[in-house]
């Protein structure tokens, strides 16, 4: 695949005014590139999962005052949708690109998959590099880096998530705009597909 890439005109949709103003330009200028991704990706997560993956770009369609402040395109095992899966993620916020494997508040399994990553805690401090980040609310820029995290911290997270009914886990690699806009497509791609290499242990164990 052809893929361009992002650039500092696509992170600026972000500081539109206006929910149809800002939709209108993210249908226009990112969404074609987030269907690209989706159906580049769709087919080698699907390998890499062993499940038949389905990509859902985000439509926004419950909004009706606010604009979205992020977007992206998600990858999971359900052709109706991706919020009650274990799925993959690639999106933007205006400050970064981010990448991830997320199980957010609507996934049924939260509770059992909370207590598969406390019993695998070591193996997965060791599977995930330091620069890679985790997130528990992804509604929110926000991320910290596995490097600056100790075991408590990884084992507060796990244990939230079984027992707080709005909990969630992200666990990912994040690209600073002033990054993303300097890669070519070819580099960006390369990324994402270093990173969800990195991530399949964590869907596997879900």
């Not at 987030?34 to 999962?49: D, V, Y």
């Not at 799925?87 to 400050?95: D, K, P, R, T, V």
């Not at 990553?117 to 528990?136: A, G, M, Y």
Request: charged share 25%; with cysteine; net charge neutral.
């Amino acid at each position: 695949m052809k893929f361009s890439g992002f650039t500092d005109k696509d992170f600026e949709v972000f500081t539109i005014d206006g929910l149809d103003e800002r939709m209108d330009a993210l249908k226009k200028q990112i969404r074609p590139k987030l269907e690209e991704l989706g159906n580049h990706f769709n087919p080698q997560l699907a390998s890499l999962t062993g499940d038949e993956m389905y990509y859902h770009v985000a439509k926004h369609a419950r909004r009706t005052k606010n604009p979205p402040q992020d977007t992206w395109v998600a990858f999971a095992a359900n052709p109706r949708g991706y919020k009650m899966m274990p799925h993959f993620q690639i999106g933007l916020w205006e400050s970064h690109m981010f990448i991830w494997f997320a199980l957010i508040y609507e996934a049924p399994n939260k509770v059992e998959y909370g207590k598969v990553l406390e019993k695998n805690i070591d193996q997965i401090i060791n599977q995930i590099p330091p620069d890679f980040v985790w997130s528990t609310d992804h509604t929110k820029p926000d991320a910290w880096k596995q490097q600056t995290l100790s075991k408590a911290d990884l084992l507060d997270m796990f244990t939230r998530l079984q027992t707080v009914k709005k909990a969630e886990i992200l666990c990912g690699y994040t690209i600073p705009r002033e990054t993303a806009t300097k890669m070519s497509g070819e580099e960006f791609i390369d990324k994402v597909d270093s990173v969800f290499k990195t991530l399949i242990p964590l869907y596997k164990l879900s």
